[in-house]
């Protein structure tokens, strides 16, 4: 009964979730970085279409890049929380090292 008991916990210790939010992190910052990056890109590409689009064009040319500066902000604000976050679990990971011992 023990172990279907550990078998439903979500994770066995914090130790545990800080280590696999720490491994994960990198990825989910370069990921938002990424996304910028690609909207910036795609954005580019649709401003000399939206100047040679017909009116129907230029409409949904432009609810297209609304769409993508949503996107861009949106990985912006991502990026960010990651940075700031990434300082306080660092600060956390690090403290729980030095209660525990190495």
Do not use: C
Request: hydrophobic share 45%; net charge neutral; proline share 3%.
């Amino acid at each position: 009964m023990g172990e279907e008991r550990e078998k439903v916990l979500p994770l066995r210790t914090l130790h545990d979730f800080l280590l696999d939010i720490e491994r994960e992190w990198d990825r989910f910052r370069t990921g938002s970085l990424l996304s910028m990056m690609t909207t910036a890109i795609l954005i580019l590409f649709f401003i000399p279409r939206l100047l040679r689009e017909r009116p129907f064009g230029r409409i949904s040319t432009l609810i297209l890049i609304a769409a993508l500066l949503y996107n861009a902000y949106l990985a912006y604000r991502q990026h960010s929380f990651y940075r700031r976050w990434e300082k306080r679990l660092g600060l956390l990971i690090h403290l729980e090292e030095e209660l525990l011992g190495d």
